[in-house]
C-alpha cells in the first residue's frame, strides 16, 4: 500500500491550491483517506477525510469554508481543493489511509493520525503575505 501526495507549493495570500492523494496496491472500497498538516513546532493537525464507500466527508470545522475534500474513484485519487490561502496555512500537508466501516466510525476516527495505518509522504505548502 502506498501513498503519494503532491501538488504543494508556494502560493500568496488569498490564492488556491489543490492537492493530491495517489493510491497503489489497494483498491477504495471501504477506506477513509484523511488529510493531515503539520507546522514547524506544531502537532500534526486533522484537516479533512473522505469516505471512499459513499463519499462522505467530515473534518475540521473552521477549515469546511475553505478547503474541501474530493475523490475520484476509478484513479484512486483523493484531492483537497484548498481556497483563499492564508499564511497559517503554511504546512506540511499528509494523506493517510485506513480502512473501516461506517460513517459514525468516520466521524470518530477522521482527525485523529493515531487511527491510520498507512501514510504518503508531505507535501510543503508555503503561503506568502
Known amino acids: 500500500v502506498q501513498l503519494q501526495a503532491s501538488g504543494g507549493g508556494l502560493v500568496q495570500t488569498g490564492d488556491s491550491l489543490r492537492l493530491s492523494c495517489a493510491a497503489s496496491?489497494?483498491?477504495?472500497?471501504?477506506?477513509?483517506i484523511g488529510w493531515f498538516r503539520q507546522a514547524p513546532g506544531k502537532e500534526r493537525e486533522g484537516v479533512s477525510c473522505i469516505y471512499s464507500h459513499d463519499g462522505f466527508t467530515t473534518g475540521s470545522e473552521s477549515l469546511k469554508g475553505r478547503f474541501a475534500v474530493s475523490i475520484d474513484n476509478a484513479k484512486n485519487t483523493v484531492y483537497l481543493q484548498m481556497n483563499n490561502l492564508k499564511p497559517e496555512d503554511t504546512a506540511v500537508y499528509s494523506c493517510a489511509a485506513v480502512r473501516g466501516v461506517g460513517r459514525t466510525w468516520v466521524e470518530k476516527i477522521c482527525r485523529h493520525p493515531a487511527e491510520y495505518d498507512y501514510w504518503g509522504q508531505g507535501t510543503q505548502v508555503t503561503v506568502s503575505s
Open positions: 496496491g489497494f483498491t477504495f472500497d471501504y477506506y477513509v
